[in-house]
Every structure is written in C-alpha cells, then in structure tokens.
C-alpha cells in the first residue's frame, strides 16, 4: 500500500483566469474530458467549490464510476474534485504566464497493496498520464476558442 501521485502539466494559449472559470464551470469542463471519459451528470452546483459530479472513466479495459465533490482551496488557482467513495483527489492548478498559463493536473489516492497494487502502481500512473495530456490539449484548443469568440 501506498500513495500513488500522477501529474502531467501543459501550457494553455489563453489567459489565466478564462481557463481556471472553464475548468471550474461544469458546463464548459465536459468539452475537455479526454475520450475515457463518459456518461458525466451534475448533480449538484455547477461551477466551483459546492458542486458535485458524477462520470465514468474507462481505462485498461475497466470501468469505474466517480462522485466526485469540488472544491477551491486557492480561488482562481487551484481546483479540486474529490471522490466521495474513495481516497482519490484531483487537482487542477492554473499557473498565469502572460497571456497565457500552464495547467496541472494532478491525482493522489491511496493504492492496494499485494499483486494488485504492484500493477496499479505500474500501469495505471501510465494510462492516466497519457488521458491527462488528452485532457490538457482538448483545454488549449477550447479556451483558445473561447478566448477568440470573447474578443
């Protein structure tokens, strides 16, 4: 057992604070989710700290189904979405750089132990890595597209 951390982080062609409200705005997130990514319901809120969302991911072959509370313990920089039946945390930290930012996305959750966790721990940090540079390149071509139609 043990925790297991995955990151990937990117640059976004948009300004900071149009990416952070995209990303904390359900309605605009569910544009960006990499392709593993299904069946995405709110269920509570819908933008910011208070919302509460339902999705299925499906990696490895497995499908796992998330509900997820979010919260914003640095407003306008750091978002996170925590899963209510499990340790795992997501967290989504926008960095200004000019006109632009860097985003990173980044899990935490408590692994198995045995067998189970020596593959976890081998193969899942993998297969998230690759969804989460999906995920960031779907985010700079959406808040580029809307930072185009805002001007």
């Not at 998330?66 to 306008?76: A, F, Q, S």
């Not at 989504?92 to 721990?121: K, L, N």
């Amino acid at each position: 057992m043990g925790k297991i951390k995955v990151e990937q982080e990117g640059p976004v062609g948009a300004p900071a604070e149009l990416t952070y409200r995209l990303i904390a705005d359900d309605e605009h997130h569910q544009h960006i989710l990499p392709e593993g990514f299904s069946d995405f319901e709110v269920v509570e809120g819908g933008v910011g700290a208070g919302t509460v969302h339902r999705f299925k991911v499906t990696a490895g072959g497995r499908v796992r189904e998330y509900l997820m509370r979010v919260d914003e313990p640095d407003p306008g920089r750091v978002i996170t979405e925590t899963d209510q039946s499990s340790s795992l945390v997501t967290s989504f930290t926008v960095t200004p750089a000019g006109d632009s930012c860097t985003v990173r996305i980044e899990t935490q959750w408590d692994g198995a132990g045995g067998i189970g966790g020596f593959f976890e721990r081998t193969f899942a940090p993998r297969v998230m890595r690759r969804m989460y540079a999906e995920e960031l390149a779907k985010l700079d071509a959406y808040a580029r597209e809307q930072a185009a139609a805002a001007s």
